[in-house]
C-alpha cells in the first residue's frame, strides 16, 4: 500500500488552541493576569521557542517555582488535545483508500506520543516516529526513510507543515519539485492560515482516491516545533 506521512501538530491537531487552554488555566490556577495569555503565546510562537527558554522567561515574569512551569509545558497541550470529527473521518477514507498512514513529526517522545494516544490516532494510524525517538528532525530524511521502515513501505507522499525553498529540497533529493499537500503556520505568522481542519479534510478527500500517484521527495517538511 503507498504510504501516506502526516505531521501532528496544527495538523492533524490543532496543537495552539489545545496549548491557549494550558496557558488559561496555568494563569488562573497561579492567580496571575489572564490576559497574559497572548504574552504566553506570543513567546511560545506556535511551539518553536525551545522549551527552556519558554521555562525561563516565565519563571523570571512570574516567579513561579521552575518545576510548575516544566510541568506546564511538558502535559499542558497534551492533556488538551482533541481530534475532529471531519479529521477522523478523513483518516478513515484514506485507510479504506488503500494508504498507509505514519505520523512523522519532530518533539519530544513522552509528549508527543501522549498526545498520538490522547486524541486515539494511534487507533487511526498504522504507525509513527518522533524525532526525538529516532535521532533526526525533520526536514532530513532520516526521519521519513525511519518511517517508511516502520511500516516496511517506501514513502510516497507527505501531508505536514511547509516545504523548503526549490535548492533545499533538490539538495534533499534531487527529484521534481513537490506538492504541498499540508497545511501549518510558520512562528508568529502574521495572517494565520484558513483553519487546519478543513483544509486537512479537503486535501485527503481529494488525494485518498489516487494511491497510485507519481512519487514525491519525502524529505521537504520542516517543522521545528518544541512542543
Not at 489545545?18 to 492567580?31: E, Y
Not at 519558554?54 to 523570571?60: K, P, T
Not at 518533539?107 to 529516532?134: P, Y
Not at 492560515?193 to 478543513?198: D, I, L, N, S
Request: glycine residues 8%; contains cysteine.
Amino acid at each position: 500500500m503507498p504510504l501516506l506521512l502526516l505531521d501532528l501538530d496544527n495538523t492533524l491537531i490543532d496543537r495552539d488552541a489545545a496549548f491557549r487552554g494550558a496557558v488559561t488555566a496555568f494563569l488562573a490556577g497561579h492567580a496571575l493576569p489572564p490576559h497574559d495569555v497572548e504574552w504566553v503565546m506570543t513567546l511560545d510562537a506556535s511551539g518553536y521557542t525551545p522549551r527552556h527558554e519558554v521555562a525561563r522567561a516565565m519563571g523570571s515574569r512570574y516567579g513561579v517555582d521552575q518545576e510548575a512551569v516544566r510541568s506546564f509545558l511538558d502535559r499542558g497541550a497534551a492533556d488538551r488535545v482533541v481530534l475532529d470529527g471531519t479529521t477522523r473521518t478523513a483518516l478513515g477514507r484514506a485507510v479504506t483508500g488503500g494508504w498507509t498512514l505514519v505520523i512523522v513529526t519532530n518533539g519530544r517522545t513522552a509528549q508527543q506520543e501522549a498526545k498520538i494516544r490522547n486524541t486515539g490516532l494511534d487507533q487511526l494510524t498504522h504507525g509513527w516516529v518522533v524525532s526525538e525517538a529516532v535521532g533526526h528532525k525533520k526536514p532530513a530524511p532520516e526521519i521519513f526513510h525511519a518511517a517508511a521502515a516502520a511500516v516496511g513501505s517506501p514513502p510516497r507522499r507527505r501531508l505536514g507543515d511547509r516545504r523548503l525553498p526549490a535548492r533545499r529540497h533538490r539538495r534533499c533529493r534531487g527529484h521534481r519539485r513537490p506538492q504541498r499537500l499540508g497545511v501549518g503556520r510558520a512562528p508568529l505568522a502574521r495572517h494565520p492560515p484558513p483553519p487546519h481542519k478543513e483544509l486537512l479534510r479537503r486535501r485527503l478527500r481529494h488525494r485518498v482516491g489516487r494511491p497510485h500517484s507519481p512519487v514525491i521527495p519525502s524529505a521537504i517538511v520542516e517543522n521545528d516545533c518544541q512542543c
